[in-house]
């Protein structure tokens, strides 16, 4: 259940601290301590937004690509404002709770991806998905 994957999302944040410790001798400008692992997606919200033009045309290939690609780009943008955080926040409990509900939601997020990826979604899914992301998009949040 939910508590399960949180407290596994919770035991691999404070593993990844511990081997940040225990590697800390070693250089490395890449990662601080605490960083959570970032998607690295060549894709830009304007790319995102031209695309969002074309959704809902009848074209659910399209739509998916538009639907991962929105997603990929927010879970991306989720996790570089997670690691610009200051190590004194992203160590502290709720920091760590913040980086664990990350990490969760990206495993939660892998069946879909995957089902988008192989352009499997069903179709009253991918409707509902790119009518949101469409939404989303324009940003009218309130329907």
Same mark, same amino acid.
């Given at each position: 259940?939910?508590?399960?994957?949180?407290?596994?999302? $919770?035991?691999?944040?404070?593993?990844? /601290?511990?081997? %940040?410790?225990?590697?800390?001798?070693? &250089?490395?400008?890449?990662?601080?301590?605490?960083?959570?692992?970032? &998607?690295?997606?060549?894709?830009?919200?304007?790319?995102?937004?031209? $695309?969002?033009?074309?959704?809902?045309?009848?074209?659910?290939?399209?739509?998916? #690509?538009? @639907?991962?690609?929105?997603?990929?780009?927010?879970?991306? $943008?989720?996790?570089?404002?997670?690691? #610009? =955080?200051?190590?004194? %926040?992203? $160590? #502290?409990?709720?920091?760590?709770?913040?980086?664990?509900? /990350?990490?969760?939601?990206? %495993?939660?997020?892998?069946?879909?991806?995957?089902?988008?990826?192989?352009?499997?979604? &069903?179709?009253?899914?991918?409707? #509902?998905?790119?009518?949101?992301?469409?939404?989303?998009?324009? =940003?009218?949040? @309130?329907?």
């Amino acid at each position: 259940g939910f508590r399960n994957d949180f407290q596994e999302a $919770m035991e691999q944040v404070d593993q990844a /601290y511990l081997d %940040e410790l225990l590697t800390s001798s070693r &250089p490395s400008n890449s990662n601080q301590k605490g960083d959570v692992n970032v &998607p690295d997606e060549e894709i830009t919200y304007e790319d995102i937004q031209k $695309m969002s033009t074309k959704l809902n045309r009848g074209d659910r290939d399209f739509d998916m #690509s538009v @639907i991962t690609q929105f997603l990929q780009f927010m879970v991306q $943008m989720w996790g570089i404002q997670l690691n #610009s =955080r200051g190590t004194a %926040e992203k $160590m #502290s409990t709720r920091g760590k709770m913040d980086s664990a509900t /990350y990490a969760q939601t990206r %495993e939660y997020l892998k069946p879909l991806f995957r089902k988008l990826k192989n352009k499997s979604l &069903p179709e009253d899914i991918t409707d #509902s998905l790119t009518e949101i992301v469409k939404h989303l998009l324009e =940003r009218n949040y @309130i329907l």
